[in-house]
């Protein structure tokens, strides 16, 4: 099942949600993970390694290994 990280700006950076979906502890962590793990934005065919990447809903963020999460601003 897809989580669903929900706020209430107009848009939230990837090393943020990495955070919020608890893929990592913290924020500090962001520029490691995404240089080491493929983490891909929606149907993007290369992997994102820039950790100030914004989201905003509608995207779904896709790690390997790790379940898929999107970005809304309903609840």
Same mark, same amino acid.
């Given at each position: 099942?897809? %989580? @669903? /990280?929900? /706020? !209430?700006?107009?848009?939230?950076?990837? $090393? !943020?949600?990495? @955070?919020?979906?608890?893929?990592? #502890?913290?924020? $500090? !962590? =962001? @520029?490691? *993970?995404? =240089?080491? /793990?493929?983490? *891909? /934005?929606?149907?993007? !065919?290369? =992997?994102?390694?820039?950790? $100030?990447? @914004?989201? *905003?809903? $509608?995207?779904?963020?896709?790690?390997?290994?790790?379940?898929? *999460?999107?970005?809304? #601003?309903? %609840?």
């Amino acid at each position: 099942m897809e %989580e @669903k /990280i929900v /706020i !209430q700006t107009q848009y939230m950076t990837l $090393g !943020q949600a990495l @955070k919020e979906a608890a893929v990592i #502890d913290s924020g $500090g !962590q =962001a @520029k490691w *993970f995404l =240089a080491e /793990i493929p983490v *891909f /934005i929606n149907d993007e !065919q290369e =992997a994102e390694s820039r950790r $100030g990447r @914004k989201l *905003f809903p $509608g995207d779904t963020v896709y790690i390997e290994d790790e379940p898929a *999460f999107s970005i809304t #601003d309903e %609840e």
